[in-house]
């Protein structure tokens, strides 16, 4: 789990700092490994070498707010619905994370290496390598 502390103004004017999390399961991981033809990080190391700027920001919108969720009170549980994710998306903390990671591949590989769980990273048979 990926918790980003984010400093944004909100649309009174106000400056918030908030934390967010973000988080994938393993399952999610295996899904989206194996629902993208060739896996999911050789498409993304494919689209970042041929500068496909246009599939780089859907990707990096889609991994964000699938990866967005609000943990439980108890730490059991990481929440997660479209309603979560679309509410996220809708402030101003979402723009300047989605911009940061839009236009820096450092802090880009570091928030997708956060947000896979460990025991995936690196492993030869889900194929997800930790750059």
């Not at 999390?21 to 991981?29: D, H, I, M, P, R």
């Not at 947000?115 to 690196?122: F, G, H, M, V």
């Amino acid at each position: 789990m990926l918790k980003k502390t984010i400093t944004y103004t909100d649309f009174d004017g106000n400056e918030r700092t908030e934390d967010f999390y973000f988080n994938l399961s393993k399952a999610e991981v295996t899904e989206l490994q194996y629902g993208t033809t060739g896996g999911i990080d050789q498409f993304l190391r494919k689209i970042v070498t041929e500068q496909d700027t246009k599939n780089i920001i859907k990707a990096f919108k889609e991994i964000l707010l699938l990866a967005y969720g609000e943990k439980s009170p108890d730490g059991r549980r990481f929440v997660k619905s479209k309603e979560i994710s679309d509410g996220f998306s809708q402030t101003e903390a979402y723009s300047d994370l989605f911009m940061e990671l839009a236009s820096n591949a450092e802090v880009a590989s570091e928030f997708i290496n956060g947000i896979i769980p460990q025991q995936l990273q690196a492993n030869p048979q889900t194929g997800i390598i930790k750059s």
